[in-house]
């Protein structure tokens, strides 16, 4: 059992870094679904901190014109699940891209 979770870490964690690295090549396709993978992951998993720090590494690459309402509603519903930690840096991040999205 331990060692499925392990490999199940490994997983989640490898689709974190694998992200930003594909972001330098592909900045819309292979990054994007690296993050949306990798939300995937953290939900099946019921990870919330590591799906919003993959939802806000989606929401940094969609940032942009024609893409800002996906990534201001997609960071918004992991946002707003949180009640507690508010001051912690991973969700002062996700505030402070939320009010630039907005």
């Not at 990054?31 to 993959?54: H, M, Y």
């Not at 912690?88 to 999205?101: F, G, I, K, M, V």
């Amino acid at each position: 059992m331990e060692a499925k979770k392990n490999v199940l870490r490994g997983a989640r964690l490898a689709e974190a870094v694998r992200g930003p690295l594909l972001k330098i090549r592909n900045p819309q396709s292979d990054a994007a679904a690296c993050f949306r993978q990798a939300i995937e992951v953290a939900r099946r998993q019921q990870a919330k901190s590591l799906e919003l720090r993959a939802t806000t590494s989606l929401a940094r690459l969609l940032r942009q014109p024609g893409q800002i309402a996906e990534a201001r509603d997609t960071l918004a519903d992991i946002y707003g699940w949180f009640t507690e930690g508010l001051d912690t840096t991973d969700l002062q991040e996700a505030r402070a891209l939320l009010e630039e999205l907005s």
